[in-house]
């Protein structure tokens, strides 16, 4: 079954404590990208990968990092979780189209930093 | 389920009439919009699309318009089922490598 899969789907962390939240898509797919969700904001990009060791910033790239090693893989890593970084996480994978093709998101990952 | 907002605009039919939610978008550049749907617990998943050099796109039940002229999207669902009850987004991109998102609108429908 093509999906994208993240883990953990839930994380209580406490402030300064390094994690990192996998995910993992099994169509081939060159694009994917990190997604956060408040409230009312809706989805804001983190950071996006146009294909192995292609990276780049979205529109709220602070307090996060990640990396393309693998055309399948795309942690998303919090090097020192701050309070603000309490939200729901998706993943999210698409074909060459890049965010023109349908994106492919996972379940999503709440975080929460205490 | 997750919540995805607790003050999201809603829209509420009555099962088989027709819904039309509507979004505006900000960047007058914008040249591609699409929908996703949102069920609790999940994440997004694409409805339909549509390319700034059309006005109207059908896909199965839903329709999509958009009006490039005031910056407003809509996305009309012809004869609502229960299971279209869910957070709709549209999102807008302007070539390059980024969707924006809109807020969001809950639909629910009620039997």
């Known amino acids: 079954e093509a999906q994208v899969t993240q883990n953990p789907r839930y994380l209580i962390t406490v402030t300064g404590k390094k994690l990192t939240v996998t995910c993992s898509q099994n169509m081939n797919h060159e694009y994917m990208s990190w997604y956060r969700q408040d409230p009312g904001l809706g989805l804001r990009q983190i950071y996006y990968s146009m294909n192995v060791e292609v990276t780049d910033k979205g529109d709220v790239p602070e307090g996060y990092k990640v990396s393309r090693k693998e055309k399948r893989n795309f942690p998303l890593i919090l090097e020192s979780p701050s309070p603000n970084q309490t939200s729901l996480y998706f993943c999210?994978?698409?074909?060459?189209?890049?965010?023109?093709?349908?994106?492919?998101f996972g379940n999503g990952t709440r975080l929460t930093v205490t | 389920g997750e919540s995805v907002g607790l003050h999201l605009p809603t829209l509420s039919v009555q099962e088989g009439d027709n819904s039309i939610i509507n979004c505006a978008y900000s960047?007058?550049?914008?040249?591609?919009f699409i929908w996703y749907k949102q069920e609790s617990g999940k994440g997004p998943q694409f409805i339909i699309d549509?390319?700034?050099?059309?006005d109207k796109r059908q896909g199965q039940r839903v329709t999509v318009l958009l009006n490039k002229t005031v910056k407003h999207l809509s996305l009309q669902i012809a004869a609502t089922q229960p299971g279209d009850s869910a957070v709709y987004f549209c999102a807008e991109n302007n070539a390059g490598n980024m969707l924006t998102f809109g807020g969001g609108t809950r639909l629910m429908v009620k039997p």
């Open positions: 960047n007058s550049a914008s040249d591609y």
């Open positions: 549509i390319r700034s050099n059309m």
């Open positions: 999210a994978s698409s074909s060459m189209g890049g965010v023109r093709s349908p994106l492919h």
